[in-house]
């Protein structure tokens, strides 16, 4: 009896080890992943692409693009989200695999119910893959996505980084989108085959209202271009290579150098570009109808690389002496720890019903 026992003890002592041994090998590959929890509203919203021309919007937390959300690879996020229009909307998480949570996936009529309004409902998955990733409505997307402003950027940081991805000094998000005024303000209608479209945007503004990427001799930007909406385009950067280094977050197993870069709808595109050639230079959509405000010339999709070298005292620069708005490119929220980040350079005037 006396010698059974000391048997029992010795396995017990040796099972302990080895539940020891395992639960120090699993530390490091659970706690990397963290559950982060985040509430979004959906609300009316009016928003301004330049000059007059307003849209009415589904807002996420009321700005167009939506807040980002800025997460690692293989966190659970959890997201609760709000209707409080007035139309039923869901969100889909674009690019998430969601294994195992299918019902997670944001589209109505095949995953859920659409969130009908005042309704609640909770989104919970694991964020993978990493990458350059977007959320966006899937009710009606022909309306809610192409001109109702229902996206956002979704960055899921990697636990390995490309060395590329580590010259990185600068990181700025271009979401692309396309809008047609016969439907501005007519909520729940539009966006159907034969739609004139007529206004163009990057991050929902268009040039002049659109903000500089200032850089100074020795930068790497990394832009992360989306076709948020329902056009293509044909993404045109002077005097610089670009460096496509991620095709919708996946890693290309050769980078493409281009000028140019065509982005479809739903595609996104990381470019990495060193700023080796001070001047003041164009980015501009090479689709040369999309550089109009309504039936006016030099507006749309353009902005300008600045250097700081060669300043902005020249009469025949058009921003001189424009007021500069930071976060326009995500670029000051996307230094903030991670988590959902609201930003007030999107934020439009609610709507009232
Ligand atoms: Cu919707």
Redesign the pocket.
């Known amino acids: 009896m006396r010698n059974s026992n000391s048997i029992f003890s010795h396995y017990r002592f040796i099972i302990s080890i080895v539940i020891g041994l395992y639960a120090l090998v699993m530390i490091p590959a659970t706690s990397w992943a963290e559950k982060r929890e985040f509430d979004m509203s959906?609300e009316d919203t009016r928003i301004v692409l330049v000059g007059k021309r307003d849209f009415h919007t589904?807002a996420f937390n009321g700005q167009v693009p939506a807040p980002l959300i800025h997460v690692k690879e293989g966190d659970d996020v959890v997201v609760n989200v709000t209707n409080m229009?007035t139309?039923?909307?869901?969100i889909h998480w674009h690019g998430m695999l969601q294994r195992g949570t299918w019902q997670n996936d944001g589209v109505p009529h095949a995953t859920q119910h659409?969130i009908e309004p005042g309704d609640t409902f909770t989104y919970k998955f694991k964020a993978e893959p990493s990458g350059t990733m977007w959320y966006h409505?899937?009710?009606?997307?022909n309306?809610?996505?192409t001109m109702?402003g229902?996206w956002g950027p979704l960055i899921v940081e990697p636990k390995n980084p490309l060395p590329i991805e580590k010259t990185v000094t600068k990181e700025y998000i271009m979401m692309l989108s396309d809008w047609v005024s016969a439907w501005a303000n007519k909520p729940g209608e539009g966006g159907i085959p034969g739609d004139v479209f007529d206004y163009y945007t990057i991050n929902a503004k268009s040039f002049p209202e659109t903000q500089p990427i200032r850089v100074k001799k020795g930068d790497v930007i990394r832009l992360r271009i989306f076709g948020a909406g329902d056009q293509v385009h044909s993404i045109h950067t002077h005097g610089h290579i670009s460096n496509i280094v991620f095709k919708d977050g996946f890693p290309l197993e050769s980078p493409i150098k281009a000028d140019t870069v065509l982005i479809g709808p739903g595609e996104r595109y990381d470019v990495i570009i060193n700023m080796d050639n001070p001047g003041l230079w164009m980015i501009h959509d090479h689709v040369d109808t999309h550089t109009t405000n309504g039936d006016k010339p030099d507006g749309g999709i353009m902005t300008t690389i600045e250097y700081e070298e060669v300043g902005l005292d020249h009469d025949f620069y058009v921003w001189k002496d424009k007021k500069f708005v930071p976060d326009f490119y995500y670029e000051e929220s996307l230094k903030k720890d991670f988590g959902m980040h609201n930003s007030k350079v999107f934020k439009g005037e609610l709507i009232e019903e």
């Open positions: 959906i589904f229009t139309l039923p909307h869901t659409a409505c899937h009710v009606n997307v309306e809610h996505v109702r229902m």
